[in-house]
């Protein structure tokens, strides 16, 4: 059976959340939320999950660290070895506390760059991709709730959402 979409537009966000709450309540699932700022404690409510930036956070800044270590290695022990006021260069390990500053710099780099290139692929914000937003005025001062309701329970969700300070329910 197909499924019928449903906005319901809010003009305050915590009346939002107190009918997503409900909503939730009565065991259908809000599919998205659409608001011009950050609602406060709204992913709990609608079951977004955690995100895992900070994993691949963590596997880019491992890789900045890496490629430092092996460019420098490479380039002041192997290739070009120098001796810098008598010291000889005989091993990576005798002059680590020297290439401390060149590794943490690039693993800043490489993990600050890795997550935002991650957020944008994932986001799917990019130059030239339209916007996925189903109503332009949440971008301005109103909140919509978007849902995917069965056609049996549209009406007892039209009546929850009008309760809950709906100022509109559009069914697309």
């Known amino acids: 059976m197909s499924k019928v979409t449903l906005h ?16 939730v309540a009565l065991g259908i699932r809000v599919k998205e939320v659409f608001s011009p700022f950050p609602i406060h404690g709204i992913d709990p409510v609608i079951g ?5 930036l900070a994993i691949c956070s963590f596997i880019y800044g491992i890789t900045g660290a890496g490629l430092a270590t092996l460019m420098m290695w490479y380039m002041m022990i192997s290739d070009w070895p120098t001796e810098v006021g008598g010291k000889p260069n005989f091993t990576y390990l005798m002059n ?9 710099e690039s693993t800043v780099l490489c993990a600050a760059h ?9 986001s799917w914000i990019l130059p030239g991709v339209s916007a996925k937003n189903p109503d332009p005025r949440t971008t301005d001062d109103k909140f919509l709730m978007l849902l995917e309701v069965d056609p049996a329970d549209l009406s007892k969700v039209e009546a929850v959402l009008r309760e809950t300070g709906a100022s509109e329910v559009n069914r697309k």
């Open 114 to 122: 890795g997550m935002a290139i991650t957020f944008y692929l994932r």
């Open 48 to 52: 977004v999950e955690r995100t895992r």
């Open 96 to 104: 680590m506390p020297a290439f401390i500053p060149i590794t943490f």
């Open 8 to 23: 319901g537009i809010y003009d305050d966000g915590d009346q939002l959340k107190n009918g997503a709450q409900k909503i």
